[in-house]
């Protein structure tokens, strides 16, 4: 056998083995485009003079597979072609959601234990999925950026049939579940972090903990962000902080749920007020988050104008209460 062959051929097995012993080669990444023109030509080939297969309206949204200079290929029902950059906007497509089951669970800008800290999650929370690569997850964070996430901490809720396609996760791994428990309290068992099983009364405290951790930020008409808040836009942000999707305003999230007797109320049951000062009971125009012993937090606009605790019996909201509703127990 010449020199060359036994080169080539030991290159050949040293690259199976490499692989064998990594196991984490990449998922394709998908991409999505939206047409940002009017009326877009849909071209067999990457050229403006190629010929135009459709012609795509405003807003119809195609898959991204490849690009080539300033053009982009894509499918459409059962077409394929080309769509210049100029007309198009293309966004990484998610591949799937899951769920947050480590108590605090890292974010990393690699997928590696040894790469920068971006942010941090806790149990609960929903991410979008983009990329799989191994054992790591790419998540979008609230800046819009992306960053990695260990599978071991994530349970997939959803999936989505494609080449990025992720799988259900619940294992175990040894290193990140470290640093997720020194983050923690110390009551806090490092098992916790491999099951996304949590008892509602687990959840309402942390509804009602994180809610506490926004209080003093200023009352906003309109605010959904901690630049400031209305009261339903306060409610909604917490509950998305832990997945839990509701509508925006107060009236349409007083009819989600199921309904509460007062004398039932729990930590982390949405509290709904009539504040219009017309004389009557009959809207529904504020909302807030109950957190135990008669007490609710919310985006006040009647005094402090910021996010505080009031209570139930005070005398201006014990006569405008109208209704409470569970978004919480299953």
Avoid at 164 to 190: I, L, Y
Wanted: proline share 1%; aromatic share 10%.
């Amino acid at each position: 056998m010449s020199k060359l062959k036994k080169a080539l051929i030991s290159v050949s097995v040293a690259a199976v083995v490499a692989f064998a012993m990594n196991g984490t080669a990449s998922a394709a990444v998908e991409k999505t485009g939206t047409i940002t023109g009017e009326v877009v030509n849909f071209r067999k080939e990457p050229d403006l003079s190629a010929k135009i297969l459709l012609q795509l309206t405003k807003g119809t949204e195609v898959s991204v597979t490849d690009n080539e200079g300033d053009w982009y290929k894509a499918e459409y029902n059962d077409t394929t072609g080309w769509i210049h950059a100029d007309y198009i906007e293309v966004k990484d497509k998610s591949i799937g959601t899951g769920v947050v089951t480590g108590s605090v669970v890292n974010v990393r800008s690699e997928p590696s234990t040894e790469s920068e800290v971006l942010a941090k999650f806790e149990k609960g929370v929903k991410l979008e999925i983009y990329e799989r690569s191994g054992k790591w997850y790419r998540i979008k964070l609230e800046d819009g950026s992306y960053g990695w996430m260990h599978s071991d901490y994530l349970v997939i809720r959803q999936e989505t049939a494609s080449r990025g396609s992720v799988k259900r996760q619940s294992t175990s791994d040894q290193a990140d579940k470290a640093e997720a428990a020194s983050a923690e309290n110390a009551e806090t068992e490092s098992a916790e972090s491999s099951t996304a099983k949590d008892s509602n009364s687990e959840l309402r405290q942390k509804i009602v903990e994180y809610a506490k951790t926004l209080i003093g930020i200023k009352y906003k008409y309109g605010g959904s962000t901690p630049k400031g808040f209305d009261c339903s836009g306060f409610v909604k942000y917490v509950y998305n902080h832990f997945g839990i999707d509701i509508a925006r305003t107060s009236a349409e999230q007083s009819t989600g749920g199921k309904a509460v007797k007062k004398a039932d109320l729990q930590p982390g049951d949405l509290v709904f007020f009539d504040t219009i000062e017309d004389g009557k009971l009959n809207d529904i125009s504020h909302v807030g988050i109950y957190i135990g012993d008669g007490k609710f937090i919310h985006a006040s606009t009647y005094q402090k104008k910021a996010i505080t605790i009031e209570s139930l019996s005070s005398a201006y909201y014990s006569k405008r209460y109208m209704k409470a509703r569970d978004y919480i127990s299953k």
